[in-house]
Structures are given as structure tokens and as C-alpha cells.
């Protein structure tokens, strides 16, 4: 009997060659398709694509020929695409959800495997249960059809999603402006789906887009691995000194997530990012809507929401609980502290390409620089400082929830705790200072303890109480 293969917050990730077979694999793709034919979908249409990790066009080749033997019908990618352009192509195509061969910002040893339902989202935690217990314990119970016999069948088609996406942005975003505004913007792909396509969006403008990391390289050179954060962007900060450029825009592997440096090459935070977002399309564009955040980010929000008059929702930590709830109530925009931001008129999916426009569209439509962007949303909720402690950890999980619950600190950096949110992980609120949260990683064997905070002196010691309160020290 084959290993358990178990579900994280968006799928399942796991070592190349270790667990991450092509067996397995194929076990998954199973998983899924029982799980879409329980939901009556036999013979519709499903995207699969890839992105640049070792083996992954392989891969993705092995679930389609595994979804086409169960009655179901494929789009597969015809290259290496954004995530957030495989979402949008599950509503362009009718199709009834995606699966997509990535582990988004994974050390390069691993890949995964993404599934997203019919609206383009991420699938709710019900779903992923369904999916997780519908896995066959061997793959001798997976049915199973050559590629090239189910394209002549026509079960699986190639296709070239990139079109499809960019009308539809072009209908989200006038870029006309940006292209003509003479920015010099440096873009980091981190070797992964995200190469090219701001060159391809402004060429032939005043803007100049500069590229680095922007060919396939399954190693990472230059990062410890594809995620938009320190250390892993500092080759991009240098480069944005180096070019003299404007601003930085990073995407993580699958360019679902997206990082900003500011025009000194100074990092700007994920959840500092969010909160511009935010404020544009409050400010700048006029919108009006709610906002879906997950416990992990910012206050920074709240404070928006209520000088605004919108309301402000928090779920757990990841897609599978934002997507549904910006679904159940229209959310203007929905976003977490990995640097994933979703928005209305789009699919309810993280989008660093959107999110990177939207960035850029803020310079131009305002007519300053990232850290004048800052200055301008601090003078309206203030100053926020914000930082991550990760801890590789493999011991009971449950034993040590436990001893962190049994805590219960009346102080925490010196700051007063004004109760405690257990929703995901472990969230002591210190009111209007700020938070701190411990959780378990759900994708990787970790402990990640976070803080933001009005007080700059007090971050350090603020997660260094953390470590403590968390065993770790």
C-alpha cells in the first residue's frame, strides 16, 4: 500500500522522486477526477498546466492523460503558464476546474499539485477532503490513457492561454497610460512563469521594463527559493539600485504572488503591499466593496475599513478559505501575508501580474514613488512593522499546540494581550499595538511566528516572546 498523500492549504506538494512520483501523481490526479465525476461533470473540460520546476511539462502531461481516461476532457497548456492565468482560463474555456503542476515558492527539490474548482478559485477545505479521500491507495487502481492517442481522440487539446487573459485584464486596467508614463521598472521572475510577460504588456512604450531570473532555471540560483521575500529578493534590490529603476515588482514561481521593492531597493512587506492595494482601489479608483483578509495580515486593513465604511472579513490562513468568502460577499478584494492578493472582476484567485499592474497604475495615477505611496497610506492608519520567524519543526503537533495554548502570557514584547484567536493557529491580539501569531505551516514541517506591530523597538521582542511561548528558543 502507497503512502497517505495528504492535502495542504492549496494541494499537495512533495520532494521529486521521493514522494513526489509519478505514481503518486497519478494517484492525485485520480483523486480528483472521481471527485468532479461524483459532481456530474463527466466529459466536461478541465485546464491543466505547469510551470518551470524539473519535469513539470512531465508531469502535467501524466494528470491530463489520467483526467482523459476518466471520461473528462483537457485543456493542457501548451508552455510553462502563471498560475493566476490558468485560473482566469477555467472561466474562458467553460471548463469545471484546474489542476496545476507547481509548488509555487518551494525549495527547488519539491513540486505540487494545485486544483482549483469551477469559478477559477481555490477549492474550499470540504473539497480538498473529497479530493484527499478519493486518492486510491495504489495505481493500479488509476485509469490511465497515452497523451498522444487521447489528443487523437481529442479528450486533450493544447492551447495557448495567454491571449485569453490579456483581453481580459485590458478590460481591469487601462496599461496605456503606464506604458507612456518613462518608468524604469525592474522585474524579477525568479527563474520562474512570470518571464516576459511585463515586457511583453509594455513594449513598444516609454516605460522600460528590465528583466532579471527570467529564464527557466529548476535550481534557483541567486535565492534559497522562488518566494517573493528576504533574502530570496536581495539580487533583485541590488539590480533595481544598479538599473536606477523606479520601482521592483517580484513574482514568485507560478507568479501568483508578488513582492515590491521601492526605488532606494529597500523591500516594502507583503502586508505593507496589501495595504496600498487597498487604499487604490479605495482612493484611486472609487471602489467600494468588502475586504477579505486572512488573520496573518494587516490591521492596516481594518483601519481602511472603517474610514472607507466597508466591511472587513478575517478567515484562516490561505486561498481555500479567502476564495469562498470573496465569493459569498462580492469582495472588492481578497489577499494573505504570502504577498497573494485576488480581486473583483476577476477570478477569486491570487494574481501577481493584476496585483503588479494595479502597483504600477497607483505610481502613475498619484505620481510618486513607492515610498511616497507609503508616507501617504501611513498618514492615514499610521505606521505599521511587520516580521516572520520560521522554525523547522518535527515533533507532535498536537503536544505542542498544547503548550502553547497552556502559555496563556499576559504580556507579550512588553505589550498587553487583549484575547486570543485560535480560528488558525494561535493569534494573540495586543489591540491597537498589534498582534502575534504562531501556526503550523501547512504545506512544510514548520513553525512560522509572525508580528505586526505600531512600534518598531518592540518587533524583535515581540517574536522573540513568540519563540518562547512556542517552545522554541
Known amino acids: 500500500m502507497s503512502f497517505k498523500i495528504k492535502f495542504g492549504t492549496d494541494g499537495w506538494r512533495g520532494r521529486i522522486a521521493e514522494d513526489y512520483t509519478f505514481e503518486n501523481l497519478r494517484r492525485c490526479a485520480q483523486g480528483f477526477a472521481t ?50 492565468v490558468i485560473s482566469y482560463s477555467v472561466l474562458a474555456k467553460d471548463a469545471v476546474g484546474a489542476v496545476n503542476i507547481t509548488a509555487s515558492h518551494n525549495p527547488p527539490t519539491d513540486n505540487g499539485f494545485k486544483v482549483r474548482d469551477e469559478h477559477g478559485g481555490a477549492i474550499d477545505p470540504d473539497g480538498l477532503l473529497e479530493i484527499e479521500n478519493n486518492i486510491p491507495d495504489s495505481d493500479t487502481d488509476v485509469k490511465r490513457i ?24 485590458k478590460e481591469l486596467i487601462d496599461w496605456q497610460p503606464i506604458k507612456d508614463a518613462g518608468l524604469t521598472v525592474l522585474v524579477d521572475s525568479m527563474w520562474g512563469n512570470g518571464a516576459g510577460w511585463f515586457t511583453r504588456l509594455f513594449e513598444d512604450g516609454k516605460t522600460k521594463i528590465i528583466e532579471i531570473h527570467d529564464v527557466r532555471n529548476p535550481i534557483y540560483p541567486e535565492m534559497q527559493r522562488p518566494e517573493p521575500i528576504p533574502p530570496n529578493v536581495d539580487a533583485g534590490l541590488a539590480a533595481t539600485v544598479a538599473n536606477h529603476a523606479d520601482v521592483m515588482l517580484v513574482m514568485d514561481g507560478d507568479a501568483d504572488r508578488v513582492g515590491m521593492g521601492d526605488e532606494n531597493g529597500v523591500f516594502i512587506d507583503q502586508l505593507r503591499v496589501y495595504g496600498l492595494l487597498a487604499y487604490y482601489l479605495l482612493e484611486v479608483r472609487g471602489q467600494r466593496g468588502p475586504i477579505v483578509k486572512t ?56 494574481d501577481g501580474i493584476l496585483a503588479g499592474l494595479f502597483l504600477l497604475d497607483m505610481m502613475v495615477k498619484l505620481d510618486k514613488k513607492p515610498t511616497e505611496l507609503l508616507e501617504l497610506l501611513f498618514s492615514k492608519v499610521g ?70 506591530t505600531t512600534h518598531e523597538d518592540r518587533v524583535q521582542a515581540i517574536l522573540q516572546d513568540g519563540l518562547k511561548i512556542a517552545g522554541i528558543e
Open 35 to 84: 471527485y468532479l465525476l461524483d459532481k456530474g461533470y463527466q466529459n466536461k473540460w478541465v485546464v491543466v498546466g505547469y510551470d518551470k520546476r524539473f519535469h513539470s511539462e512531465n508531469f502535467g502531461a501524466a494528470v491530463a492523460e489520467v483526467l482523459a481516461a476518466n471520461g473528462l476532457r483537457v485543456y493542457l497548456t501548451d508552455g510553462a503558464t502563471p498560475t493566476p
Open 146 to 169: 497515452s497523451l498522444a492517442e487521447a489528443e487523437v481522440q481529442g479528450l486533450v487539446v493544447k492551447f495557448d492561454a495567454s491571449e485569453g487573459y490579456i483581453e481580459h485584464i
Open 295 to 350: 488573520l496573518s495580515t494587516t490591521k492596516m486593513l481594518n483601519k481602511l475599513g472603517k474610514i472607507y465604511d466597508v466591511p472587513v472579513y478575517e478567515t484562516g490562513v490561505g486561498f481555500k478559505y479567502v476564495a469562498p468568502k470573496m465569493l459569498e460577499v462580492d469582495a472588492m478584494i481578497g489577499g494573505e501575508e504570502s504577498g497573494g492578493y485576488a480581486f473583483r472582476g476577476n477570478v477569486p484567485d491570487r
Open 383 to 452: 505606521t505599521h512593522y511587520y516580521d516572520r520567524i520560521d522554525t523547522v519543526f518535527q515533533g507532535d503537533r498536537d503536544v505542542r499546540k498544547q503548550m502553547i495554548l497552556d502559555a496563556n502570557p499576559e504580556t507579550i514584547g512588553g505589550l498587553k494581550v487583549t484575547g486570543l484567536d485560535t480560528t488558525d493557529g494561535f493569534k494573540f491580539d495586543l489591540g491597537d499595538d498589534g498582534w502575534l501569531l504562531i501556526r503550523f505551516s501547512g504545506t512544510e514541517p514548520k513553525i512560522r511566528v509572525y508580528t505586526e
